[in-house]
């Protein structure tokens, strides 16, 4: 009887320990995507390319008109993201770039 008592004094504590860790680790990570969504969304949204740039004069934009500081400080977390975001970022971002090179 003292045996099994000792066994589950042990055995309890660090089945809490492993499960309390696993939330954790899956909460820091919910937070991670939440805050890089939210990153991305703020950055997108200053986004407003037609509106800076008036397509009928065909002039170009006098200033940069779009950023993409949150995608290269953030290029190593895209794994946190789901396939279909990761992949409408890099096309966007790609366009960006492009766009930003011949202007």
Not at 10 to 20: D, K, Q, S
Not at 39 to 45: D, I, K, P
Not at 72 to 87: P, Q, T, Y
Request: aromatic share 12%; proline share 3%.
């Amino acid at each position: 009887m003292n045996i099994a008592l000792d066994f589950l004094s042990i055995f309890i504590p660090a089945i809490i320990g492993v499960f309390g860790t696993f939330y954790l680790y899956k909460k820091r990570r919910t937070d991670q995507q939440k805050s890089l969504r939210q990153s991305f969304l703020a950055e997108l949204r200053e986004v407003q390319l037609l509106q800076q740039w008036p397509i009928e004069d065909r002039t170009t934009p006098k200033v940069r008109f779009a950023s993409n500081a949150i995608y290269e400080n953030n290029a190593g977390d895209l794994s946190l993201l789901d396939d279909d975001e990761i992949e409408a970022l890099v096309r966007y971002y790609t366009r960006l770039q492009i766009a930003l090179k011949i202007i």
